[in-house]
């Protein structure tokens, strides 16, 4: 009887000890399924590519349906593109560094006042035509002071002439680069403007003219339109810094605007792929848009030769020399540098961001052209921020390839990724990152960080020499220099003290730099009235 009490407690116990493993088991088969619901293990793709989640699906496929009329096939997500990073810190957790500036309440305050006149009501006498010169962005803030200069002397503007001839050699005309349809639209209550010059016309005597830099209003009203009485058709031969950045009638100054922030949008092809381009890279989460301004031209016209090699400093050399219009040839490198005249390098960038605080998973977006020097001068930066992206690596080659060849669509596409960013953040301080800054300040002071080169350098080569080193010294220090300049309200700079002629207009802050207070103003409490006013 004993024997058989022993036997049925051990049979009991093998049986507990058989369920408790058994439901110990289907535990741990349920989390499994939870987590990987499929047999087969998930195949993490390449920490560096962007997800596919429906709502990209979606945004991606609305600018499809925008731009059914081009050419090339669109895909959902580029192939190399299907995974985000999974980052250590999440970059929310940085959310100071985000943070715009206080915009202090100003909006744009564009409309003209009361008795500003349409074209119809005073016909126009002649017709303007103009030849921009430079890169895009030089070319954008010429044509909108041409379109305020036919408003001055009551023309007829001529749709400009983008340049062919300049550096890049882009063959792009006006309506490849921008909505030609909707700029003449939208100016249509300030300026007539039309495609082309009326067949009657087209062996007229013309005046061709290089207008003054930084001219007033009276020059053009007393000297310019008084061609009217011999000429017909007037042609500016250049249309960069021909209108003076202040002293001018608060409806000219709006006008500029006007122009520059509503009529002069990009070609619908342009803005679409633009776009997908802001969509993708918003799928790292917020990121910082680098105007990384060390290109082969940038780095020849400047003199700037900090890290290079005798054979690159020559071959730099070689073109600023072979350049006909780039007048300065004799350049002092270390004395531009020092003077902070030169861009940042690729590696300068990654330590000032650094210092600043931003962490390594922090998605960048790469607004330049070809680096010189390409990937082993990008491979200090690239250690430091692995997440650096671009065009080409947004976009496939066959989504790009309708702009490849044209360097101011290519600029274009980085113009509208810079607007949108979260923070834009320049290494030089060209026509790119004046025009992107001011345009920042117009949509609401958007932060941007502008680079104090000339203190910065001074900062980097101690640590060259190992008088200092990097560490919260250093970042505080990084930090406390910028800390007023990250794009927060502020009326435009006048003239240095002192200067004199051309050097005084050329020492001033440019007006599409920081259009305040012109076509910025304060909005009035909302217990008084919602809408702005203007600056006293």
């Known amino acids: 009887m004993q024997r058989r009490r022993k036997k049925a407690v051990l049979i009991l116990q093998k049986l507990l000890t058989c369920a408790i493993c058994a439901i110990a088991l ?5 989390v499994h399924l939870h987590i990987f619901p499929s047999s087969k293990v998930v195949d993490f793709a390449d920490p560096y590519k962007l997800p596919t989640v429906v709502s990209q699906k979606k945004r991606e496929i609305k600018y499809q349906i ?40 100003y909006a744009p305050c564009v409309e003209p006042s009361p008795n500003y006149t349409s074209p119809a009501e005073s016909r126009p006498r002649g017709y303007l035509m103009v030849n921009t010169n430079g890169g895009l962005n030089q070319m954008r803030a010429g044509i909108c002071d041409m379109v305020a200069v036919a408003r001055i002397i009551n023309a007829t503007l001529v749709i400009p002439e983008l340049d062919k001839r300049s550096f890049w050699q882009d063959t792009s005309n006006f ?17 007539e403007v039309i495609k082309k010059l009326p067949t009657e016309l087209s062996t007229a005597t013309r005046a061709v003219r290089h207008f003054k830099s930084w001219s007033s209003i009276d ?48 070609a619908p092809q342009i803005e679409a792929m633009g776009k997908l381009l802001v969509d993708r890279m918003r799928s790292f989460g917020p990121y910082i848009a680098l ?23 020559d071959e730099l050399r070689t073109i600023r020399e072979n350049t006909s219009y780039w007048k300065v040839k004799d350049i002092d490198s270390n004395e531009q540098r020092s003077k902070g005249y030169c861009p940042l390098t690729p590696k300068e960038v990654g330590l000032f961001l650094t210092s600043l605080g931003y962490p390594s998973n922090t998605p960048i977006y790469i607004a330049a052209g070809g680096i010189y020097g390409g990937d082993s001068r990008m ?35 980085d113009y509208i990724v810079s607007i949108e960013s979260d923070v834009f953040i320049p290494s030089y301080s060209g026509n790119m990152a004046r025009a992107v800054e001011g345009h920042r300040r117009f949509l609401g002071h958007r932060k941007t960080i502008s680079p104090d080169r000339k203190a910065l350098v001074r900062l980097f080569d101690k640590i060259e020499v190992g008088k200092l080193k990097e560490g919260k010294n250093l970042s505080n220090r990084v930090i406390e220099m910028h800390k007023r300049r990250q794009g927060s309200p502020r009326k435009r700079k006048g003239p240095i003290s002192g200067t004199k002629g051309m050097d005084r207009f050329r020492s001033e802050e440019a007006f599409y730099v920081n259009p305040l207070p012109d076509c910025l103003c304060r909005r009035e409490p909302s217990n008084v009235n919602s809408s702005a006013v203007a600056i006293r």
Not at 73 to 99: G, N, Q, V
């Open 26 to 30: 289907v535990a741990l088969l349920s």
């Open 66 to 105: 925008l731009s059914r009329e081009q050419s090339w096939t669109r895909e959902l997500a580029p192939p190399h593109l299907s995974k985000a990073p999974l980052p250590s810190r999440k970059i929310s957790d940085f959310k100071y560094l985000w943070k715009p500036p206080p915009n202090r309440d």
């Open 175 to 191: 309506s490849d680069v921008f909505d030609e349809l909707h700029f003449i639209n939208s100016l249509a209550n300030d300026v």
């Open 219 to 266: 020059y053009y009203r007393d000297e310019i339109a008084s061609m009217w009485d011999n000429y017909q058709v007037i042609r500016a031969a250049k249309s960069d810094s021909r209108l003076a950045n202040n002293n001018l009638p608060p409806d000219i100054q709006k006008l500029r605007c006007r122009a520059c922030y509503e009529a002069l949008r990009f």
């Open 291 to 313: 105007h990384l301004r060390y290109e082969k031209d940038m780095l020849a016209f400047s003199g700037c030769t900090h890290d290079l090699s005798p054979a690159e400093a």
């Open 379 to 413: 491979a200090d930066l690239q250690s430091r921020y692995p997440i650096l992206m671009s065009k080409e690596k947004l976009a496939s080659v066959e989504e790009l390839e309708p702009f490849v060849n044209h360097a101011s669509q290519m600029a274009a596409l």
